[in-house]
């Protein structure tokens, strides 16, 4: 049996953070993302550290690998679910933002 990697452990909680991710952006609660994507970062962060200082076994490497690709396709997902969120939410700030000029220009609305 093969010893524990912290690697792979660290890569199932990311995998299951960012499928948590995937979950919300479905259900579009958008306000729950950013403290997950924040948890997600943290543990990109121990990954960089540990990844250097720790040899895979060949299965160890194969499940590392089954991770990686299962949080690439839940990425691209929450990308494709919240970047049409994002391009509304700029249109928005910036219809806001010229209705702010006319009024400084013209006064407001009658």
């Known amino acids: 049996m093969a010893a524990r990697s912290e690697v792979v452990h660290c890569y199932g909680q990311l995998a299951s953070g960012v499928a948590r991710m995937a979950e919300l952006a479905r259900a579009r609660e958008w306000g729950l993302l950013p403290a997950l994507e924040e948890q997600c970062a943290a543990l990109v962060e121990r990954l960089k550290a540990l990844a250097p200082l720790e040899v895979l076994d060949p299965s ?51």
Do not use: N, T, W
């Not at 839940?74 to 939410?89: A, F, H, R, S, T």
């Not at 249109?91 to 006064?107: E, N, V």
């Open 60 to 110: 160890q490497f194969e499940q590392a690998c089954r991770l990686i690709d299962q949080i690439r396709a839940d990425q691209d997902e929450v990308c494709g679910l919240v970047k049409p969120q994002i391009e509304q939410l700029i249109a928005r700030m910036s219809y806001l933002q010229q209705q702010r000029s006319l009024g400084k220009a013209y006064g407001p609305p009658h």
